[in-house]
C-alpha cells in the first residue's frame, strides 16, 4: 500500500513543478511584454519631445532666386531631368548638380548622344540644367523626350521657343547659383537616441543655413525585410503603433512638408 502511494506522489511533485515552471514562464512572457510597451511608451514621449523641439521647419522662406545647387546625396529622383524639373516646374530658370548625386538616365537612353561626358564614358564634375533656346545642342536628351512624349517640364510654362539643357563642367568656380540645397544627417539624444534628416539652404556667399526642414523616421526595435516584397519594415509592433514614429506626425505628412519646403522656398 504504501510503495503504490509513492510513485503517485512523485507524479503529483512533477506535475507541480512542471506547473509551477509554466506559471513562471507564462508570468515572465506578459512581465516581459509589459516592460516591452512601457519601454516603447517612454522613447516615444521622449521623440515627441524632440519632434517638438526640432521637428519641420526653422528659418525664414521664401528665398528669391533664378536657380540653386542641389547636393544632396539622396532625392525622390536621381534622373538628371526628372531631379531637375522639380525646380524648373516652380519657377527657377536652372538647377546644378555635383555629379554624385545623379545620374544621366536620359543620356543612357538615347545612345550617350550629346555633350553630357567629356570623353567617352567619363562624367563631368558638376552638371546645370537650365532653361534655353531651341536649337541648342545642349538640348538634345530634353528634345528625345518630348518625341517620346514624355511631360516632365509641362508646368515649368515653357514657351514655344525655349527648350532644357544639360551642360557639363568641372571647375566648382563654374556654379552659379547663390544657394545649395543640402541634406545632413544628425543624431539628437535627450533621453533616446534618434537619428534625424535636416534638409538646408545654405547661402553660398556666406556659408550660412538660412532655412532647415528637419525630420525623422526611427524604429525602436529592429527593421527587417520582406524579401518578398522588397521592402523594409519595423519588427515586432506589439499592436503599439509608437514603435515607429516619425515627424512630422505621419510619413505621409513629412513627404508633403519636404516637398512645401523646398517648393516655397525657392521662386521668381
Not at 33 to 38: L, M, P
Not at 199 to 209: G, H, K, N
Request: proline share 3%.
Amino acid at each position: 500500500m504504501g510503495n503504490e502511494t509513492k510513485p503517485r506522489k512523485k507524479k503529483l511533485d512533477g506535475l507541480s513543478r512542471a506547473f509551477i515552471v509554466a506559471a513562471f514562464l507564462v508570468a515572465g512572457f506578459f512581465t516581459w511584454k509589459a516592460y516591452r510597451h512601457y519601454d516603447i511608451d517612454r522613447k516615444y514621449e521622449y521623440a515627441m519631445r524632440q519632434c517638438e523641439k526640432y521637428g519641420g521647419q526653422q528659418g525664414e522662406i521664401p528665398v528669391v532666386t533664378e536657380g540653386v545647387y542641389d547636393h544632396r546625396r539622396t532625392s525622390r529622383s536621381h534622373d538628371i531631368l526628372e531631379r531637375a524639373s522639380i525646380f524648373l516646374n516652380n519657377g527657377l530658370r536652372y538647377v546644378e548638380f555635383s555629379s554624385d548625386v545623379i545620374n544621366l538616365y536620359a543620356g543612357r537612353r538615347y545612345g550617350w548622344r550629346g555633350p553630357l561626358f567629356r570623353k567617352g564614358s567619363l562624367m563631368f564634375d558638376f552638371y546645370r540644367v537650365y532653361i534655353a533656346k531651341r536649337g541648342d545642342p545642349l538640348c538634345e536628351s530634353y528634345t528625345a523626350l518630348l518625341k517620346e512624349g514624355h511631360t516632365i517640364f509641362n508646368s515649368a510654362g515653357l514657351s514655344d521657343s525655349e527648350c532644357v539643357a544639360i551642360k557639363g563642367f568641372d571647375e566648382p568656380s563654374e556654379i552659379r547659383a547663390p544657394y545649395e540645397l543640402v541634406l545632413n544627417d544628425r543624431e539628437i539624444n535627450e533621453g533616446v537616441s534618434i537619428e534625424w534628416k535636416k534638409i538646408e539652404i545654405v547661402d553660398r556667399s556666406t556659408q550660412e543655413a538660412i532655412a532647415n526642414y528637419s525630420f525623422f523616421s526611427h524604429c525602436f526595435t529592429k527593421m527587417k525585410k520582406n524579401y518578398s516584397e522588397g521592402f523594409k519594415y519595423c519588427a515586432g509592433s506589439y499592436g503599439n503603433p509608437k514603435v515607429w514614429p516619425t515627424c512630422p506626425s505621419d510619413s505621409t505628412k513629412a513627404s508633403r512638408g519636404i516637398e512645401l519646403f523646398e517648393n516655397s522656398a525657392f521662386k521668381l
